[in-house]
Structure formats: C-alpha cells, structure tokens
C-alpha cells in the first residue's frame, strides 16, 4: 500500500517527510538497478514540512521516473536524494539526506542532518 514517512530533525525540532501511493520496498532484484537503486514512477507522490506551521511546505515530484528510489541498504527515497534516510557512521545516529532532484523544491535548508525519530507507516 501506500507510504508515509514522517521524520523529526534532531536539535530543531522541524518536522518534515514525504507521501507515495506505493508500497516502500527495502530489497530489490538488480533488474534496472543503478547507482541510486531501482526507479519507480508515479505523479502523485509529495515531500512536505510541517516546521512552520502557518506556511507548511508542499513539493509535488516533479520528475515522475524517478519519484521513489528502492534502495537495498538506505531508509524511504523520495526522488534522487531529495529525502532519504541514509546508514550513519555513527553507532547511536540516522541520518538523513535532502538535496533538491526530483521534487519541485527543498523541503529544510540543510542537505545532510541527524534525525531525532522518524515513522513509516
């Protein structure tokens, strides 16, 4: 079914996250794998923040090939790095990971931070 992901940012407070009508998946086969992991297409998937809440940010997928990524070894992708949990170097930590690719704008202003807790439902 579909996936929500919500995450809470460490030491700030800010909540941000994502929403795709399909099913997550963690492991895939290397049909069509590449760097990123395997692509999967929709239009209706969007990132948001909820941070300032009298101005909540919205970013519809803009480039609908790529508006998932499956990756074996990394938490939800949305898009190519827009918003992925990352694996950490650091035992206690999860990172996470937002770079502006395939939504239509960023969602925070930092590209790689620390995650306080996070769900996906």
Not at 13 to 34: A, F, K, Q, T
Not at 95 to 120: A, G, L
């Amino acid at each position: 079914g579909p996936t929500l992901v919500v995450i809470k940012v460490r030491n700030s407070g800010e909540i941000i996250g994502g929403y795709n009508p399909l099913e997550w998946r963690g492991v895939v086969s290397l049909i069509d794998y590449d760097n990123f992991g395997y692509r999967c297409e929709t239009s209706n998937s969007f990132i948001f923040s909820l941070t300032n809440r009298a101005i909540p940010i919205l970013s519809r997928v803009a480039s609908k090939k790529e508006a998932i990524i499956w990756c074996g070894n990394k938490g939800p992708c949305f898009g190519l790095k827009d918003l992925r949990i990352i694996p950490s170097n650091s035992y206690n930590n999860i990172v996470c990971e937002s770079r502006n690719y395939s939504y239509e704008k960023k969602i925070i202003n930092k590209e790689i931070f620390e995650i306080e807790d996070y769900e996906v439902a």
